[in-house]
């Protein structure tokens, strides 16, 4: 008969060893998540970086859109300044259609409600 020495030594060298590779291929699969999640970190880092670069072009180019529309409002004005045309009376109805059409480009551009 085996002695019971024996048999409790084996069984806790199984237990002892069934342990370690428990926890090694727990290790193991903790560190396969942690490269996986800094992977996706990484990625969204960049994706973050390239949306703020987007949207500083797009402030930077409504700045340029902006400082162009002055400058040709000034344009326009410096020509007309003389024009007797110019200081006619516009009929409402030409006025209204030109400010709203005016107004609805203005709402096309505007992207700061689209940000929010």
Avoid: G, H
Avoid at 60 to 66: D, I, N, R, T
């Amino acid at each position: 008969m085996i002695d019971k020495k024996i048999l409790f030594s084996a069984l806790l060298c199984v237990l002892f060893l069934y342990t370690t590779i428990d926890q090694w291929l727990d290790k193991k699969n903790a560190q396969k998540e942690a490269r996986i999640l800094t992977d996706k970190i990484l990625q969204l880092e960049q994706s973050i970086e390239k949306n703020n670069q987007l949207v500083t072009n797009n402030e930077q180019e409504k700045v340029k859109l902006e400082n162009q529309s002055q400058e040709r409002q000034e344009q326009m004005n410096e020509q007309l300044k003389d024009n007797d045309c110019a200081n006619r009376f516009v009929p409402m109805p030409v006025s209204a259609s030109l400010y709203n059409r005016a107004k609805n480009l203005r709402e096309s551009t505007d992207t700061s409600q689209s940000i929010k």
